[in-house]
């Protein structure tokens, strides 16, 4: 039998038979040389049809790419990442074709698919591109597109290469930097590129096109260096996925934080008190207020302990916790006192602080776990252009909190952690997210400090956590910090964007560096494990993916007012506010319109500031004690009439919807 299969495996080498790999796991053999495409139409032509690109033992390969080895194949379509990458990288080569026709002489340098889309970065020398041209650069791409061009890649010498770049500084510089032997040039139609390679068969599948904006970029991202222009574009399978793209893009600026931030009065930024440093007016900082109270509530549940840490600390706390070297010369400088040599760094962490805290006396094994909570501000110096509302600013609250635990804990610890993220989340309506586990790199062992026997202890207390909690895991192989591996949440938006929010990271670093002990059974000293967690991230970042989320219409529980009396003239006042009182008798937050305004003029008012209800008063109310309830956003469909005890009761059945009580 063995000797039957050896020589099995014999004639399949003299033929020249390789095995694919597929990714779920089964092995297929073919004839050196087959292709992707190839690989593809023995599984289904339908799978043939779809397939625009592929990866071989972890390389990106061209659909049509001979295989002549053993290996890994993943075959990729417009629903994966990578498919996505290959359609718009190529596309980019369909309009830097049509850039150099359109305008001869332009001197074209790097065009690479981007998130959404690609850009090229072009040197348009005497001549400029204007938003006047798109439609036209639209139309012959797309010309151009139905022609069914391939793309096939060729190797070329690096000397040939150098000689047909003569005269672009640009190419010339990166085809420098590369090895003879490994340059090659993409052809389609008659246009050519220098590329290494991942595109879609032919053009023939891009449907549609469009340039989206143009903007100034330094070549190479340094400004020392010459500014190009930076073309963006993106493309399609389908005309209608274009609209919905375009739609969704019009939905998202209506969304925009800073734009609702401002409509509904929740926070400013002021150039007199600096860039990125976000003023909180009173409605965002009560908006605030109740995100804190409702996670502090759940935090005490959950035994942990509130400390309150200064907004510096001596530079050297820093040095000792590493973050010095990580962010001091990038960062906000120190600062000096009337003493010599004393110096303060703003805070960019709270975990120091909470470090000494743990360090204020000795703990023995049966005190632990201990778990600090810290609504701490930190700064951090972003440069200027890096700046964005409320997701990038220079000063930001983190829901931090710090659990100091034995190794052993570690299991249960990152369970209750993870209990506590799902519940932030389902109280404000993400329901769409998910977990992002980053482990070691088992290549590169010694780059990460803790022993083996510790990380293997963090890295199963991740993954046992996330799986008994039904998480939707992802494994991140060289992701974790050189201290610990971590989780990510990474939650969809309501627009179907993915934002990062809450983290858990384990730590070995910090109590090593601040020498952290307690006392174990064994009547020895040892180190505790430090966790690191903020199920928000910071206030300021939340509260914009939040407003994002909801456009504004926070969950009921979380609204700043959940409803605003309008009454139908001056005479009602008094009834106005006798309502007003009994509301705020059932706790609801409530206020009064009684503006010398008409009905609609205050409804339409209402309905900008995202009031979820209106309860209008006039004569007919007063004189049956009711109020007529008219619910945000749902013009046409009637007000009905109801006492205030009915209300209180619509209210309260809407919050616990999602508002539950956290349960430990
Ligand atoms: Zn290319
Ligand atoms: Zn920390």
Known sequence: MYFDYLLYLQTI?????????????????????????????????????????????????????????????????????EGKKAFWHSTSHVMAQVLEEMYPGIKLTLGPAIDNGFYYDVDFCETKISEADFKKIEDRMLEISREKHEFTLRPVSKAEALAIYKGNEFKTELIENLEDGTITFCDHSNFTDLCRGGHIPNTGIIKAVKIMSVAGAYWRGDEKNKQLTRVYGISFPKQKDLTDYLELLEEAKRRDHRKLGKELELFAFS???????????????????????????????????????????????????????????DSFQPINTPAEGEEFLLKPMNCPHHCEIYNVRPWSYKDLPKRYAEFGTVYRYEQSGELHGLTRVRGFTQDDAHIFCTPEQLDEEFKKVIDLVLYVFGSLGFENFTAQISLRDQENREKYIGSDENWEKAENAIINAAKDKGLNTVVEYGEAAFYGPKLDFMVKDALGRSWQLGTIQVDYNLPERFDLTYKGADDKLHRPVMIHRAPFGSMERFIAILLEHTAGNFPIWLMPEQAIILSLSEKYEKYAEKVLNLLENHEIRALIDNRNETIGKKIRDAEVQKMPFMLIVGDEEERNNTISVRRHGQEGKGNISVTIEEFASMIQDEISKTLKTFEV
């Not at 020249?16 to 023995?42: C, N, R, Y």
């Not at 909180?280 to 009560?286: C, E, N, R, T």
């Not at 759940?298 to 916790?321: C, D």
């Open 271 to 329: 150039q007199k008190v600096g860039q990125g440093l976000p003023l909180w007016l009173p409605k965002g900082a009560a908006l605030r207020d109740r995100l804190e109270q409702f996670l502090k509530k759940a935090q005490k549940k959950a035994g942990y302990e509130q400390v309150v840490t200064p907004h510096i600390g001596q530079k050297e706390l820093y040095v000792t916790s590493g973050h010095y070297a990580k962010y001091g010369a």
């Open 13 to 81: 080498n003299f033929l020249g038979m390789i095995k694919i790999t597929l990714p779920d796991g089964s092995v297929k053999e073919f004839a050196k040389g087959t292709t992707p495409m190839d690989v593809a139409k023995s599984i289904s032509e339908g799978l043939a049809r779809n397939v625009i690109s592929a990866s071989f033992n972890g390389t990106t390969v061209e659909s049509s790419t001979a295989l002549n080895a053993d290996g890994n194949l993943v075959l990729f379509t417009w629903n994966d990442k």
